[in-house]
């Protein structure tokens, strides 16, 4: 019991973003508590929800990263999905019990013909087995139960979609969207376009808000390297939030913005803005009325001595 004891070690503080490259078959809390144990975080977070079945990035969020996670919550993604033609499933994915099999009969022609009709914004009904809620529970609670609830369609963005490889049954396309998208219900649409049904038998998350795939590391990869090699591999925790505009302050207005005072900004206009204190990012601001606010900050920022004198 004392050398199990001993082999513990205590969480820690860190911060930081990792990109992961989820496995399928693994739910991302599962990875994200493997990811948070290797770190030894005391504070985690993953940043959009990829199915068990779904493998690719998934970015965790450490400590003060946890702040901004919303920034990617909100971000388009990209996707390669495998989708199986001449199958329907009950789930819409290859987890679920066949429903039905017609013949297919398409060409590729047929399909790069059809897919621009699913680009742009388009309205989507949420799959019975998702994680939505209604009346307070959860949808898939319902369709397991055999229980019918009216699922409204909403309407999400699709950016692009590209044939990427057709053989019969399997096709592979590339897709760009808006978060909030169903890849599987996207697969069934188009399985239902080209009359023969369709569900989704793979799926991997490719980037999101800017962040690639190729930079993403595996959990063995991982498990594999020393503590300081995990470290090194995390990305800084305003790599979240890349696609703001940056507005640098410096002297008082960094510690006056550090305090969640307001700055007269009224060059800025009406825009949200990453900004750094004396070269160290600091937070989230948003500018509206010629006034920059503190949306969010970081907590480690440079006080004024005269503060720091009289807390001491």
Same mark, same amino acid.
């Given at each position: 019991?004392?050398?199990?004891?001993?082999?513990?070690?205590?969480?820690?503080?860190?911060?930081?973003?990792?990109?992961?490259?989820?496995?399928?078959?693994?739910?991302?809390?599962?990875?994200?508590?493997?990811?948070?144990?290797?770190?030894?975080?005391?504070?985690? %977070?993953?940043?959009?929800?990829?199915?068990?079945?779904?493998?690719?990035?998934?970015?965790?969020?450490?400590?003060?990263?946890?702040?901004?996670?919303?920034?990617?919550?909100?971000?388009?993604?990209?996707?390669?999905?495998?989708?199986?033609?001449?199958?329907?499933?009950?789930?819409?994915?290859?987890?679920?019990?066949?429903?039905?099999?017609?013949?297919?009969?398409?060409?590729?022609?047929?399909?790069?013909?059809?897919?621009?009709?699913?680009?742009?914004?388009? &309205?989507?009904?949420?799959?019975?087995?998702?994680?939505?809620?209604?009346?307070?529970?959860?949808?898939?609670?319902?369709?397991?139960?055999?229980?019918?609830?009216?699922?409204?369609?909403?309407?999400?963005?699709?950016?692009?979609?590209?044939?990427?490889?057709?053989?019969?049954?399997?096709?592979?396309?590339?897709?760009?969207?808006?978060? %909030?998208?169903?890849?599987?219900?996207?697969?069934?649409?188009? %399985?239902?376009?080209?009359?023969?049904?369709?569900?989704?038998?793979?799926?991997?998350?490719?980037?999101?808000?800017?962040?690639?795939?190729?930079?993403?590391?595996?959990?063995?990869?991982?498990?594999?390297?020393?503590?300081?090699?995990?470290? &090194?591999?995390?990305?800084?925790?305003?790599?979240?939030?890349?696609?703001?505009?940056?507005?640098?302050?410096?002297?008082?207005?960094?510690?006056?913005?550090?305090?969640?005072?307001?700055?007269?900004?009224?060059?800025?206009?009406?825009?949200?803005?990453?900004?750094?204190?004396?070269?160290?990012?600091?937070?989230?601001?948003?500018?509206?009325?010629?006034?920059?606010?503190?949306?969010?900050?970081?907590?480690?920022?440079?006080?004024?001595?005269?503060?720091?004198?009289?807390?001491?």
């Amino acid at each position: 019991m004392m050398a199990l004891r001993q082999e513990i070690r205590p969480r820690r503080r860190i911060d930081g973003v990792l990109l992961l490259d989820k496995p399928s078959g693994l739910s991302s809390n599962a990875a994200l508590q493997r990811a948070k144990r290797l770190y030894r975080a005391e504070k985690a %977070g993953h940043t959009g929800t990829l199915d068990p079945l779904a493998s690719g990035l998934l970015p965790i969020c450490f400590g003060e990263a946890t702040k901004f996670a919303q920034a990617l919550l909100d971000a388009d993604k990209a996707y390669v999905a495998v989708m199986h033609l001449g199958v329907t499933t009950e789930t819409g994915d290859a987890d679920g019990e066949m429903l039905a099999t017609h013949p297919v009969a398409v060409t590729r022609g047929d399909i790069e013909a059809m897919v621009p009709r699913f680009v742009g914004h388009i &309205a989507q009904v949420p799959p019975r087995h998702s994680a939505l809620k209604h009346q307070g529970r959860k949808y898939y609670e319902y369709a397991r139960r055999g229980i019918e609830i009216p699922r409204v369609a909403r309407t999400v963005e699709i950016g692009s979609i590209d044939v990427v490889s057709w053989r019969t049954p399997a096709l592979e396309l590339a897709v760009r969207c808006s978060k %909030g998208t169903y890849i599987r219900t996207l697969a069934e649409d188009i %399985g239902a376009a080209l009359g023969c049904g369709a569900h989704l038998a793979a799926l991997r998350r490719t980037a999101t808000g800017g962040l690639e795939l190729a930079n993403a590391f595996t959990l063995e990869t991982l498990e594999a390297a020393s503590e300081a090699r995990r470290d &090194a591999l995390l990305q800084p925790v305003d790599i979240l939030v890349a696609a703001l505009p940056r507005l640098d302050l410096r002297g008082v207005e960094a510690m006056r913005f550090g305090q969640g005072q307001t700055l007269d900004r009224a060059e800025l206009g009406d825009t949200i803005v990453r900004v750094y204190a004396d070269g160290t990012f600091a937070g989230v601001g948003v500018a509206s009325g010629g006034v920059l606010r503190a949306r969010r900050l970081m907590s480690a920022l440079p006080r004024p001595r005269a503060v720091e004198a009289v807390e001491s």
